[in-house]
């Protein structure tokens, strides 16, 4: 049974960094791609950053230059490097994996990943 755990949310105040970790486990299939989506209360999920299976990266651009979205294939694991936070950076959020590779193309939407972690808090006081 595939699992996704994300683990590394917290309380930071803005200017602050935080790493986000997704452990995978149980997959017996390829994941063509991995994403971060996060939602904030009263909002709907909305993508953040995604990398493909050659390792190909795309950012929203509300956090483009602020996140780094990367992989560790030997320990199954995604991340996401966040820098320079701001409070509106504050949501839960998500891991999502999918073996289509097309989920990685353009806009990322939710429909996008048959996959999801139980996410993980990230608040920012300013």
């Known amino acids: 049974q595939v699992q996704l755990v994300e683990s590394g949310g917290g309380s930071v105040q803005a200017g602050g960094s935080l790493r986000l970790s997704c452990a995978a486990y149980g997959y017996t299939y390829i994941v063509n791609c991995w994403a971060w989506f996060r939602q904030a209360p009263g909002k709907e999920r909305e993508g953040v950053a995604a990398i493909n299976d050659v390792g190909s990266t795309s950012y929203a651009d509300f956090v483009k230059g602020r996140f780094t979205v990367s992989q560790d294939n030997a320990k199954n694991t995604l991340y996401l490097q966040m820098n320079n936070l701001k409070p509106e950076d504050t949501a839960m959020y998500y891991c999502?994996?999918?073996?289509?590779?097309?989920?990685?193309?353009?806009?990322?939407?939710?429909?996008?990943?048959?996959?999801w972690g139980q996410g993980t808090q990230v608040t920012v006081s300013s």
């Open positions: 999502a994996a999918d073996f289509r590779s097309s989920s990685c193309r353009g806009l990322l939407r939710v429909g996008g990943f048959g996959d």
